[in-house]
């Protein structure tokens, strides 16, 4: 059983800046890609970033949605199985609960960095910005 756990949302000004951390435990890496999502109040589930975490698929580039490219880097830590989000420059655009998900780098390829190809999802943690 994956579980995927999210830390180090908060409040901030535009222009500050956050970084999301995702642990993911309880598995034996049987997924090879993990994504950040955003969801705000009324709106659709949106793809933010996402990072090959399979050692053979490594050197492939991280992918980002246009709205944050220049501004978010995603990163991870495999041996602390960690996924990071860093947030520069936010925006009140930008407020949403923030989600990381696992899921499996053939299926993003495939049909594309969409919520319907990951399996595992954390609970969220909020992002604020006020302009």
């Known amino acids: 059983q994956v579980q995927m756990t999210e830390s180090g949302g908060g409040s901030v000004q535009a222009g500050g800046s956050l970084r999301l951390s995702c642990v993911a435990s309880?598995?034996?890496?049987?997924?090879?890609?993990v994504g950040w999502f955003r969801q705000a109040p009324g709106k659709e589930r949106e793809a933010v970033a996402g990072?090959?975490?399979?050692?053979?698929?490594?050197?492939?580039?991280?992918i980002y949605a246009d709205s944050v490219k220049g501004r978010f880097t995603i990163s991870q830590d495999v041996p602390k199985k960690t996924v990071y989000l860093q947030m520069n420059n936010l925006r009140p655009e930008d407020t949403a609960v923030y989600y990381c998900?696992?899921?499996?780098?053939?299926?993003?390829?495939?049909?594309?960095?969409?919520?319907?190809?990951?399996?595992?999802w954390g609970q969220g943690t909020q992002v604020t910005v006020s302009s």
């Open positions: 998900a696992a899921g499996h780098a053939r299926k993003i390829q495939e049909f594309g960095f969409s919520s319907a190809q990951f399996g595992y």
């Open positions: 309880g598995y034996a890496y049987s997924f090879t890609f």
């Open positions: 990072i090959y975490v399979d050692f053979d698929e490594a050197e492939k580039p991280e």
